[in-house]
Protein backbone atom coordinates (compact mmCIF):
# COMPACT_ATOMS: atom_id res chain seq x y z
CA UNK A 1 0.00 0.00 0.00
CA UNK A 2 0.59 3.74 -0.50
CA UNK A 3 3.85 5.57 1.13
CA UNK A 4 3.51 9.25 2.25
CA UNK A 5 4.49 11.50 -0.43
CA UNK A 6 3.41 15.03 0.45
CA UNK A 7 3.23 17.12 -2.63
CA UNK A 8 4.96 20.21 -2.36
CA UNK A 9 5.30 22.94 -5.85
CA UNK A 10 4.08 20.08 -7.54
CA UNK A 11 0.82 20.24 -6.65
CA UNK A 12 0.67 23.95 -7.84
CA UNK A 13 2.07 23.06 -11.79
CA UNK A 14 -0.27 20.42 -11.68
CA UNK A 15 -3.40 22.09 -10.96
CA UNK A 16 -2.06 25.12 -13.09
CA UNK A 17 -1.46 22.47 -15.81
CA UNK A 18 -5.38 20.59 -15.49
CA UNK A 19 -6.94 24.03 -15.40
CA UNK A 20 -4.87 25.46 -18.93
CA UNK A 21 -6.39 21.94 -20.57
CA UNK A 22 -9.59 23.09 -19.31
CA UNK A 23 -9.14 26.44 -20.66
CA UNK A 24 -8.08 24.76 -24.56
CA UNK A 25 -10.01 21.25 -24.21
CA UNK A 26 -13.10 23.90 -24.57
CA UNK A 27 -13.31 26.63 -26.91
CA UNK A 28 -12.97 29.10 -24.10
CA UNK A 29 -9.41 29.77 -24.52
CA UNK A 30 -9.20 30.49 -28.20
CA UNK A 31 -12.27 32.34 -28.15
CA UNK A 32 -11.23 34.92 -25.55
CA UNK A 33 -7.80 35.38 -27.17
CA UNK A 34 -8.89 35.83 -30.72
CA UNK A 35 -11.88 38.27 -29.78
CA UNK A 36 -9.44 39.94 -27.33
CA UNK A 37 -6.27 40.42 -29.70
CA UNK A 38 -8.73 41.37 -32.48
CA UNK A 39 -10.16 43.50 -30.36
CA UNK A 40 -6.79 44.72 -28.80
CA UNK A 41 -5.21 45.25 -32.07
CA UNK A 42 -8.04 46.83 -34.30
CA UNK A 43 -9.17 49.76 -31.72
CA UNK A 44 -4.89 50.55 -31.53
CA UNK A 45 -4.19 50.88 -35.30
CA UNK A 46 -7.32 52.99 -36.00
CA UNK A 47 -5.54 55.28 -33.01
CA UNK A 48 -2.24 54.81 -34.63
CA UNK A 49 -3.12 55.69 -37.81
CA UNK A 50 -4.78 58.91 -37.07
CA UNK A 51 -2.09 59.90 -34.48
CA UNK A 52 0.46 58.62 -36.50
CA UNK A 53 3.21 58.57 -33.23
CA UNK A 54 5.50 55.97 -32.87
CA UNK A 55 4.58 55.10 -29.51
CA UNK A 56 2.41 52.28 -27.36
CA UNK A 57 1.01 54.61 -25.39
CA UNK A 58 -2.58 54.76 -26.66
CA UNK A 59 -2.38 50.70 -26.53
CA UNK A 60 -1.74 51.09 -22.43
CA UNK A 61 -4.69 53.71 -21.99
CA UNK A 62 -6.70 51.43 -23.63
CA UNK A 63 -5.78 48.26 -21.60
CA UNK A 64 -7.51 48.61 -18.42
CA UNK A 65 -10.95 48.81 -20.05
CA UNK A 66 -10.71 46.15 -22.06
CA UNK A 67 -9.77 43.73 -19.45
CA UNK A 68 -11.93 44.96 -16.72
CA UNK A 69 -14.37 42.91 -19.30
CA UNK A 70 -11.82 40.12 -20.64
CA UNK A 71 -10.42 38.76 -17.23
CA UNK A 72 -13.48 38.44 -15.45
CA UNK A 73 -14.40 36.17 -18.67
CA UNK A 74 -11.21 33.84 -17.59
CA UNK A 75 -12.24 33.95 -13.94
CA UNK A 76 -15.37 33.37 -13.82
CA UNK A 77 -15.34 29.70 -13.84
CA UNK A 78 -12.30 29.37 -12.01
CA UNK A 79 -13.92 28.43 -8.37
CA UNK A 80 -17.99 28.69 -10.17
CA UNK A 81 -17.28 25.44 -11.92
CA UNK A 82 -15.73 23.37 -9.54
CA UNK A 83 -19.06 23.95 -7.25
CA UNK A 84 -21.22 23.77 -9.82
CA UNK A 85 -20.11 20.04 -11.25
CA UNK A 86 -19.29 19.52 -7.49
CA UNK A 87 -15.63 18.55 -8.52
CA UNK A 88 -14.83 20.80 -5.91
CA UNK A 89 -15.42 18.05 -3.30
CA UNK A 90 -12.97 15.80 -5.47
CA UNK A 91 -9.60 18.42 -5.70
CA UNK A 92 -9.87 19.63 -2.05
CA UNK A 93 -9.96 16.53 -0.65
CA UNK A 94 -6.76 15.47 -2.90
CA UNK A 95 -3.01 15.83 -1.15
CA UNK A 96 -2.64 19.43 -1.61
CA UNK A 97 -3.06 22.65 0.51
CA UNK A 98 -5.79 24.62 -0.59
CA UNK A 99 -3.50 27.63 -1.18
CA UNK A 100 -2.00 25.45 -3.88
CA UNK A 101 -4.93 24.16 -5.67
CA UNK A 102 -5.57 28.39 -5.39
CA UNK A 103 -2.20 29.07 -6.77
CA UNK A 104 -2.63 26.76 -9.49
CA UNK A 105 -5.52 28.31 -10.79
CA UNK A 106 -4.44 31.32 -10.89
CA UNK A 107 -1.52 30.45 -12.77
CA UNK A 108 -3.52 29.13 -15.08
CA UNK A 109 -5.20 32.20 -15.77
CA UNK A 110 -2.16 34.29 -15.65
CA UNK A 111 -0.93 31.37 -18.44
CA UNK A 112 -3.97 32.53 -20.61
CA UNK A 113 -3.48 36.20 -20.06
CA UNK A 114 -0.04 35.47 -20.71
CA UNK A 115 -1.29 34.68 -24.40
CA UNK A 116 -3.82 37.90 -24.72
CA UNK A 117 -0.38 39.98 -24.16
CA UNK A 118 1.90 37.80 -27.04
CA UNK A 119 -1.28 38.52 -29.34
CA UNK A 120 -0.23 42.58 -29.38
CA UNK A 121 3.40 41.91 -29.66
CA UNK A 122 2.75 42.92 -33.18
CA UNK A 123 2.38 46.25 -32.57
CA UNK A 124 5.71 46.65 -30.84
CA UNK A 125 7.56 44.66 -33.55
CA UNK A 126 5.70 46.98 -36.23
CA UNK A 127 6.73 50.37 -34.24
CA UNK A 128 9.79 48.96 -34.26
CA UNK A 129 9.96 48.33 -37.87
CA UNK A 130 8.39 51.79 -38.49
CA UNK A 131 10.19 54.40 -36.46
CA UNK A 132 12.44 54.35 -32.95
CA UNK A 133 10.29 53.77 -29.82
CA UNK A 134 11.09 54.32 -26.21
CA UNK A 135 12.11 50.40 -25.40
CA UNK A 136 11.90 51.23 -22.22
CA UNK A 137 8.44 53.36 -22.47
CA UNK A 138 7.00 50.08 -23.69
CA UNK A 139 8.94 47.17 -21.35
CA UNK A 140 7.49 49.20 -18.32
CA UNK A 141 3.88 49.67 -19.96
CA UNK A 142 3.93 45.94 -20.33
CA UNK A 143 5.16 45.16 -16.37
CA UNK A 144 2.24 47.69 -15.68
CA UNK A 145 -0.31 45.64 -17.90
CA UNK A 146 1.04 42.30 -16.08
CA UNK A 147 0.63 43.44 -12.83
CA UNK A 148 -3.01 44.95 -13.27
CA UNK A 149 -3.93 41.82 -14.96
CA UNK A 150 -2.57 40.05 -12.14
CA UNK A 151 -3.94 41.80 -10.01
CA UNK A 152 -7.75 41.38 -11.70
CA UNK A 153 -7.17 37.49 -12.11
CA UNK A 154 -6.73 37.07 -8.52
CA UNK A 155 -9.93 39.69 -7.68
CA UNK A 156 -11.45 37.36 -10.03
CA UNK A 157 -11.13 34.10 -8.58
CA UNK A 158 -11.63 34.99 -5.38
CA UNK A 159 -15.04 36.37 -6.44
CA UNK A 160 -15.79 33.27 -8.24
CA UNK A 161 -14.87 31.54 -5.06
CA UNK A 162 -17.12 33.70 -3.18
CA UNK A 163 -20.46 33.39 -5.44
CA UNK A 164 -20.61 29.76 -6.66
CA UNK A 165 -22.12 30.92 -10.02
CA UNK A 166 -20.55 32.29 -12.94
CA UNK A 167 -22.70 34.56 -14.25
CA UNK A 168 -22.99 36.16 -10.80
CA UNK A 169 -19.18 35.90 -10.46
CA UNK A 170 -18.40 37.69 -13.99
CA UNK A 171 -21.31 40.72 -13.71
CA UNK A 172 -19.86 41.57 -10.66
CA UNK A 173 -16.24 41.34 -11.54
CA UNK A 174 -16.90 43.30 -14.48
CA UNK A 175 -18.94 46.34 -12.58
CA UNK A 176 -16.16 46.19 -9.96
CA UNK A 177 -13.81 45.93 -12.02
CA UNK A 178 -15.15 48.58 -14.71
CA UNK A 179 -15.61 50.80 -11.12
CA UNK A 180 -11.92 50.07 -10.03
CA UNK A 181 -11.10 51.95 -13.37
CA UNK A 182 -13.22 54.51 -14.39
CA UNK A 183 -12.91 56.19 -10.60
CA UNK A 184 -9.07 56.64 -11.82
CA UNK A 185 -10.31 58.87 -14.58
CA UNK A 186 -9.95 62.25 -14.28
CA UNK A 187 -13.22 63.38 -15.64
CA UNK A 188 -15.15 60.80 -13.58
CA UNK A 189 -13.95 61.77 -10.91
CA UNK A 190 -14.53 65.43 -11.16
CA UNK A 191 -18.33 64.27 -11.65
CA UNK A 192 -18.20 62.63 -8.57
CA UNK A 193 -16.95 65.35 -6.76
CA UNK A 194 -19.52 67.97 -8.28
CA UNK A 195 -22.40 65.92 -7.03
CA UNK A 196 -21.36 66.38 -3.69
CA UNK A 197 -18.68 68.59 -3.26
CA UNK A 198 -18.40 68.68 0.13
CA UNK A 199 -17.18 65.02 0.28
CA UNK A 200 -14.90 64.89 -2.02
CA UNK A 201 -15.82 61.46 -3.12
CA UNK A 202 -15.05 61.27 -6.40
CA UNK A 203 -11.02 62.90 -5.26
CA UNK A 204 -11.29 60.23 -2.55
CA UNK A 205 -12.10 57.60 -4.87
CA UNK A 206 -9.49 58.42 -7.11
CA UNK A 207 -6.56 58.73 -4.86
CA UNK A 208 -7.21 55.40 -2.33
CA UNK A 209 -9.63 52.78 -4.41
CA UNK A 210 -8.83 53.16 -8.04
CA UNK A 211 -5.80 51.08 -9.73
CA UNK A 212 -5.21 53.89 -12.40
CA UNK A 213 -3.00 56.16 -10.98
CA UNK A 214 -0.63 52.61 -10.28
CA UNK A 215 -1.04 51.75 -13.69
CA UNK A 216 -0.33 55.07 -14.91
CA UNK A 217 2.68 55.23 -13.56
CA UNK A 218 4.28 52.32 -15.51
CA UNK A 219 2.44 53.60 -18.80
CA UNK A 220 4.52 56.81 -18.12
CA UNK A 221 7.58 54.63 -17.91
CA UNK A 222 8.33 55.19 -13.89
CA UNK A 223 8.58 51.61 -12.12
CA UNK A 224 7.26 53.23 -8.68
CA UNK A 225 7.93 50.52 -5.55
CA UNK A 226 5.10 51.90 -4.10
CA UNK A 227 2.61 51.02 -6.98
CA UNK A 228 4.69 47.78 -7.50
CA UNK A 229 3.45 46.76 -3.80
CA UNK A 230 0.01 48.35 -4.37
CA UNK A 231 -0.23 45.37 -7.07
CA UNK A 232 1.85 42.42 -5.08
CA UNK A 233 -0.10 43.06 -1.80
CA UNK A 234 -3.09 43.17 -2.70
CA UNK A 235 -2.63 40.12 -5.56
CA UNK A 236 -1.48 38.24 -3.00
CA UNK A 237 -4.36 38.91 -0.35
CA UNK A 238 -7.41 38.54 -2.75
CA UNK A 239 -5.26 34.68 -2.95
CA UNK A 240 -4.98 34.54 0.06
CA UNK A 241 -8.85 35.52 0.94
CA UNK A 242 -9.83 32.78 -2.03
CA UNK A 243 -8.71 29.95 -0.01
CA UNK A 244 -9.81 31.28 3.26
CA UNK A 245 -13.51 31.83 1.75
CA UNK A 246 -12.89 27.69 -0.24
CA UNK A 247 -12.21 26.61 3.27
CA UNK A 248 -15.01 28.17 4.71
CA UNK A 249 -17.88 27.26 2.23
CA UNK A 250 -17.48 23.59 2.71
CA UNK A 251 -20.81 22.01 2.43
CA UNK B 1 -7.56 2.24 11.11
CA UNK B 2 -10.71 4.24 11.17
CA UNK B 3 -11.14 5.71 14.34
CA UNK B 4 -14.00 7.83 14.82
CA UNK B 5 -15.12 9.82 19.07
CA UNK B 6 -18.42 11.12 19.95
CA UNK B 7 -18.04 12.95 16.10
CA UNK B 8 -21.08 15.45 15.94
CA UNK B 9 -22.07 18.07 13.00
CA UNK B 10 -24.15 21.11 13.03
CA UNK B 11 -25.56 22.71 10.66
CA UNK B 12 -27.02 25.44 12.04
CA UNK B 13 -30.16 24.22 14.27
CA UNK B 14 -29.64 21.42 12.40
CA UNK B 15 -27.74 18.17 14.27
CA UNK B 16 -26.66 16.19 11.32
CA UNK B 17 -24.24 13.78 12.84
CA UNK B 18 -25.01 12.70 16.87
CA UNK B 19 -22.18 11.61 18.66
CA UNK B 20 -21.15 8.95 16.84
CA UNK B 21 -18.38 6.29 17.58
CA UNK B 22 -17.21 3.29 16.02
CA UNK B 23 -13.63 2.01 15.19
CA UNK B 24 -12.81 0.05 11.98
CA UNK B 25 -10.26 -2.40 12.53
CA UNK B 26 -7.72 -3.40 8.78
CA UNK B 27 -9.02 -6.24 6.89
CA UNK B 28 -13.18 -5.06 7.65
CA UNK B 29 -15.65 -4.53 4.92
CA UNK B 30 -18.00 -2.32 6.96
CA UNK B 31 -21.30 -1.54 4.94
CA UNK B 32 -22.90 1.84 6.55
CA UNK B 33 -27.10 1.69 5.89
CA UNK B 34 -29.22 4.68 6.57
CA UNK B 35 -32.13 6.06 4.87
CA UNK B 36 -31.89 9.61 2.59
CA UNK B 37 -30.98 12.50 4.74
CA UNK B 38 -29.66 10.07 7.52
CA UNK B 39 -25.79 11.49 8.15
CA UNK B 40 -24.44 9.10 6.65
CA UNK B 41 -22.80 11.05 3.40
CA UNK B 42 -22.32 13.82 6.10
CA UNK B 43 -20.24 11.71 8.53
CA UNK B 44 -18.12 10.32 5.63
CA UNK B 45 -17.30 13.86 4.39
CA UNK B 46 -15.93 14.13 7.66
CA UNK B 47 -13.86 10.99 7.34
CA UNK B 48 -12.91 12.40 4.14
CA UNK B 49 -11.25 15.79 5.62
CA UNK B 50 -13.78 17.54 3.37
CA UNK B 51 -15.39 18.60 6.36
CA UNK B 52 -14.49 19.67 9.55
CA UNK B 53 -16.74 18.38 12.34
CA UNK B 54 -18.57 20.66 14.99
CA UNK B 55 -16.93 18.18 17.96
CA UNK B 56 -15.48 14.79 18.11
CA UNK B 57 -12.07 13.14 16.70
CA UNK B 58 -11.59 11.26 13.50
CA UNK B 59 -8.63 9.39 13.28
CA UNK B 60 -7.79 7.60 9.92
CA UNK B 61 -4.83 5.36 9.85
CA UNK B 62 -3.65 6.92 13.06
CA UNK B 63 -3.63 11.07 11.82
CA UNK B 64 -6.54 13.17 13.25
CA UNK B 65 -8.35 14.66 10.17
CA UNK B 66 -8.99 18.14 11.66
CA UNK B 67 -4.91 18.07 12.77
CA UNK B 68 -2.95 16.46 9.78
CA UNK B 69 -5.70 16.50 6.75
CA UNK B 70 -2.79 16.11 3.84
CA UNK B 71 -1.50 12.45 5.94
CA UNK B 72 -4.94 11.38 6.28
CA UNK B 73 -5.62 12.24 2.26
CA UNK B 74 -2.51 9.98 1.77
CA UNK B 75 -3.98 7.17 3.21
CA UNK B 76 -7.47 7.46 2.20
CA UNK B 77 -9.04 6.59 -1.04
CA UNK B 78 -12.49 8.42 -1.25
CA UNK B 79 -15.51 8.05 -3.41
CA UNK B 80 -17.92 11.22 -2.65
CA UNK B 81 -21.33 10.64 -3.00
CA UNK B 82 -22.10 12.48 -6.13
CA UNK B 83 -19.06 11.01 -7.57
CA UNK B 84 -18.20 14.30 -9.08
CA UNK B 85 -15.69 13.92 -12.63
CA UNK B 86 -13.87 16.62 -14.56
CA UNK B 87 -15.90 16.02 -17.20
CA UNK B 88 -14.02 17.81 -20.08
CA UNK B 89 -11.01 15.10 -19.58
CA UNK B 90 -10.61 12.01 -21.49
CA UNK B 91 -10.27 9.19 -18.86
CA UNK B 92 -6.66 7.94 -18.97
CA UNK B 93 -5.70 11.89 -18.37
CA UNK B 94 -8.33 12.30 -15.70
CA UNK B 95 -6.78 8.98 -13.62
CA UNK B 96 -3.07 10.54 -14.28
CA UNK B 97 -3.96 13.81 -12.87
CA UNK B 98 -5.40 11.97 -9.93
CA UNK B 99 -2.45 9.62 -9.82
CA UNK B 100 -0.18 12.28 -9.73
CA UNK B 101 -1.80 14.64 -7.32
CA UNK B 102 -1.81 11.80 -5.23
CA UNK B 103 2.24 11.61 -5.35
CA UNK B 104 2.67 8.69 -8.26
CA UNK B 105 5.07 8.96 -11.32
CA UNK B 106 6.46 7.38 -14.01
CA UNK B 107 6.20 3.53 -14.46
CA UNK B 108 4.60 3.10 -10.87
CA UNK B 109 1.77 6.11 -12.24
CA UNK B 110 1.28 4.05 -15.61
CA UNK B 111 1.31 0.56 -13.36
CA UNK B 112 -1.13 1.66 -11.26
CA UNK B 113 -3.49 3.18 -13.87
CA UNK B 114 -3.27 0.02 -15.69
CA UNK B 115 -4.11 -1.89 -12.70
CA UNK B 116 -7.06 0.03 -12.02
CA UNK B 117 -8.41 0.24 -15.72
CA UNK B 118 -8.57 -3.36 -15.51
CA UNK B 119 -10.01 -4.17 -12.51
CA UNK B 120 -12.80 -1.74 -12.90
CA UNK B 121 -13.15 -2.72 -16.33
CA UNK B 122 -12.19 0.60 -17.74
CA UNK B 123 -10.32 -0.63 -21.49
CA UNK B 124 -13.24 0.70 -23.82
CA UNK B 125 -13.64 4.23 -22.41
CA UNK B 126 -9.76 5.42 -21.52
CA UNK B 127 -9.30 7.29 -24.74
CA UNK B 128 -12.88 9.23 -24.59
CA UNK B 129 -13.62 12.38 -22.65
CA UNK B 130 -15.68 11.26 -19.53
CA UNK B 131 -18.93 13.38 -20.13
CA UNK B 132 -18.88 10.89 -23.12
CA UNK B 133 -19.16 7.88 -20.40
CA UNK B 134 -22.13 5.87 -18.98
CA UNK B 135 -23.47 6.32 -15.60
CA UNK B 136 -21.94 2.92 -14.76
CA UNK B 137 -18.58 3.89 -16.54
CA UNK B 138 -18.55 7.41 -14.87
CA UNK B 139 -19.13 5.26 -11.10
CA UNK B 140 -16.38 2.94 -11.89
CA UNK B 141 -13.86 5.83 -13.44
CA UNK B 142 -14.61 7.36 -9.67
CA UNK B 143 -14.09 4.05 -7.95
CA UNK B 144 -10.87 3.88 -9.85
CA UNK B 145 -9.19 6.88 -8.78
CA UNK B 146 -10.16 6.30 -5.36
CA UNK B 147 -8.07 3.49 -5.64
CA UNK B 148 -5.41 4.61 -7.70
CA UNK B 149 -2.73 5.21 -4.93
CA UNK B 150 -3.65 1.66 -3.15
CA UNK B 151 -4.78 3.39 0.02
CA UNK B 152 -5.27 1.39 3.27
CA UNK B 153 -8.59 3.25 4.09
CA UNK B 154 -11.53 3.30 1.98
CA UNK B 155 -14.48 5.47 1.97
CA UNK B 156 -17.24 4.98 -0.39
CA UNK B 157 -20.27 6.82 -0.49
CA UNK B 158 -22.89 4.46 -2.54
CA UNK B 159 -20.65 3.32 -4.53
CA UNK B 160 -22.71 0.80 -6.43
CA UNK B 161 -25.01 3.31 -7.43
CA UNK B 162 -25.90 3.69 -11.27
CA UNK B 163 -23.92 0.50 -11.92
CA UNK B 164 -26.42 -2.46 -13.11
CA UNK B 165 -26.75 -5.58 -11.25
CA UNK B 166 -23.83 -7.58 -13.68
CA UNK B 167 -21.56 -4.95 -12.52
CA UNK B 168 -22.73 -4.84 -9.16
CA UNK B 169 -21.75 -8.35 -8.53
CA UNK B 170 -18.10 -8.19 -10.18
CA UNK B 171 -17.92 -4.87 -8.17
CA UNK B 172 -18.99 -6.88 -4.82
CA UNK B 173 -16.19 -9.38 -5.59
CA UNK B 174 -13.55 -6.80 -6.32
CA UNK B 175 -14.23 -4.79 -3.43
CA UNK B 176 -13.61 -8.51 -1.26
CA UNK B 177 -10.60 -8.90 -3.56
CA UNK B 178 -9.46 -5.86 -1.77
CA UNK B 179 -10.16 -5.79 1.61
CA UNK B 180 -7.19 -7.56 2.89
CA UNK B 181 -5.17 -5.59 4.67
CA UNK B 182 -7.28 -2.68 4.27
CA UNK B 183 -10.27 -0.85 6.39
CA UNK B 184 -13.18 -0.38 3.69
CA UNK B 185 -16.56 1.50 5.15
CA UNK B 186 -18.90 2.14 2.23
CA UNK B 187 -22.28 3.57 2.50
CA UNK B 188 -25.78 2.48 0.70
CA UNK B 189 -29.22 2.15 0.98
CA UNK B 190 -30.24 -0.94 -0.34
CA UNK B 191 -29.72 -3.78 2.57
CA UNK B 192 -29.11 -6.33 -0.36
CA UNK B 193 -25.90 -4.74 -1.56
CA UNK B 194 -24.58 -4.28 2.37
CA UNK B 195 -25.34 -7.93 3.10
CA UNK B 196 -23.32 -9.16 0.34
CA UNK B 197 -19.77 -7.93 0.93
CA UNK B 198 -19.52 -6.56 4.80
CA UNK B 199 -20.16 -8.63 8.11
CA UNK B 200 -20.82 -5.84 10.00
CA UNK B 201 -23.16 -3.44 9.77
CA UNK B 202 -23.46 0.47 10.97
CA UNK B 203 -26.99 1.65 10.66
CA UNK B 204 -28.01 5.83 10.87
CA UNK B 205 -30.75 7.35 11.41
CA UNK B 206 -31.42 11.44 12.06
CA UNK B 207 -27.48 11.84 12.81
CA UNK B 208 -27.17 8.88 15.22
CA UNK B 209 -25.83 5.46 14.91
CA UNK B 210 -28.59 3.50 15.87
CA UNK B 211 -26.70 -0.08 15.28
CA UNK B 212 -23.08 -1.39 15.33
CA UNK B 213 -23.63 -5.21 15.05
CA UNK B 214 -22.15 -8.14 13.09
CA UNK B 215 -24.47 -9.05 10.13
CA UNK B 216 -24.76 -12.51 12.44
CA UNK B 217 -26.39 -10.57 15.15
CA UNK B 218 -29.24 -8.89 13.30
CA UNK B 219 -29.39 -12.53 11.63
CA UNK B 220 -30.20 -14.00 15.07
CA UNK B 221 -32.72 -11.22 15.79
CA UNK B 222 -34.50 -11.63 12.40
CA UNK B 223 -34.38 -15.31 13.26
CA UNK B 224 -35.74 -15.16 17.13
CA UNK B 225 -38.58 -12.27 15.92
CA UNK B 226 -39.50 -14.20 13.35
CA UNK B 227 -38.90 -11.67 10.83
CA UNK B 228 -36.59 -10.93 7.86
CA UNK B 229 -33.00 -9.38 7.68
CA UNK B 230 -35.26 -6.50 5.73
CA UNK B 231 -38.27 -5.74 8.32
CA UNK B 232 -35.29 -5.99 10.96
CA UNK B 233 -33.25 -3.01 9.92
CA UNK B 234 -36.34 -1.09 9.26
CA UNK B 235 -37.83 -1.92 12.60
CA UNK B 236 -34.05 -0.31 14.03
CA UNK B 237 -34.43 2.77 11.86
CA UNK B 238 -38.17 3.55 12.79
CA UNK B 239 -37.28 2.43 16.74
CA UNK B 240 -34.66 5.37 16.70
CA UNK B 241 -33.00 2.87 19.84
CA UNK B 242 -29.52 1.74 19.41
CA UNK B 243 -29.88 -2.14 18.38
CA UNK B 244 -28.37 -4.20 21.40
CA UNK B 245 -29.84 -1.85 24.08
CA UNK B 246 -33.13 -3.34 23.79
CA UNK B 247 -34.16 -7.10 24.07
CA UNK B 248 -34.42 -8.54 20.18
CA UNK B 249 -38.11 -8.90 20.94
CA UNK B 250 -38.61 -5.15 21.88
CA UNK B 251 -37.10 -3.74 18.84
CA UNK B 252 -39.43 -5.55 16.79
CA UNK B 253 -42.56 -4.70 19.07
Redesign the interface.
Known amino acids: MSALRPRKSGGVLLIAGRELSAYFDSSIAYVYTIAFVLLANSIFMNEFFLVGTVDMTAFFDLMPLLLAFFLPAITMRLWAEERRQRTIEVLLTLPIRTIQAVLGKYLAALGLFGLFLVGSLPIPIMLFALGDPDPGLIASGYLGLVLFGALFLAFGAFLSALSGDQIVAFVVSTVLGFALVLSGNDQVTAVIDGLAPELAIGTFLHESVSVLPHYDTFVRGAIDLSSLFFFGVLSALFLWANALVLDANRE | MIRVENVSKRYGSTLAVDSVSFEIAAGEIVGFLGPNGAGKSTLL?MM?????PTSGKIEIAGHDVTKDP??V????G?L?E?N??????RVD?YLS??G????LSGSELADRIAWAVDKCSLQAVTKKLVRQCSKGYRQRIGVA?ALL????VILLDEPTHGLDPLQVVAFRDFLLGLSE??AIFFSSHILAEVVAISERILIINHGKLLCDAPLSALEESARVNGGDLERTVLEIVKSERRFGDAAPEEVLA
Open positions: KSTWLPLLRHQLYPHALYDGMRFIKARGSHDPPGR
